[in-house]
């Protein structure tokens, strides 16, 4: 990525690659083949913004235990429960 992200600030043919179709343009400059399952967008930061953000994914908002927390809690918990059988 490091050398993709300095080829791009100076080859204004690969940037505009690399901003329409990013898997080609890696592929061509660098003969390096990024699966198309693999999605990526590059994007450039406008002249009168001083930094741009990509906001992580939303937190779950639901009441429902994930499977992790499913798995922790099901069977309940045998150092609290006398009648727990080993």
Request: hydrophobic share 45%; net charge negative.
């Amino acid at each position: 990525m490091k050398q993709v992200l300095e080829l791009s600030a100076v080859d204004m043919s690969f940037r505009r690659r690399l901003l329409d179709a990013p898997h080609e343009a890696i592929r061509d400059a660098f003969g390096i083949h990024v699966p198309p399952h693999f999605r990526m967008r590059f994007v450039e930061r406008d002249a009168d913004l001083d930094a741009l953000v990509v906001l992580p994914e939303p937190a779950a908002t639901s009441d429902e235990l994930d499977d992790a927390d499913l798995d922790s809690v099901s069977g309940g918990n045998a150092w609290t429960d006398p009648d727990a059988r080993w």
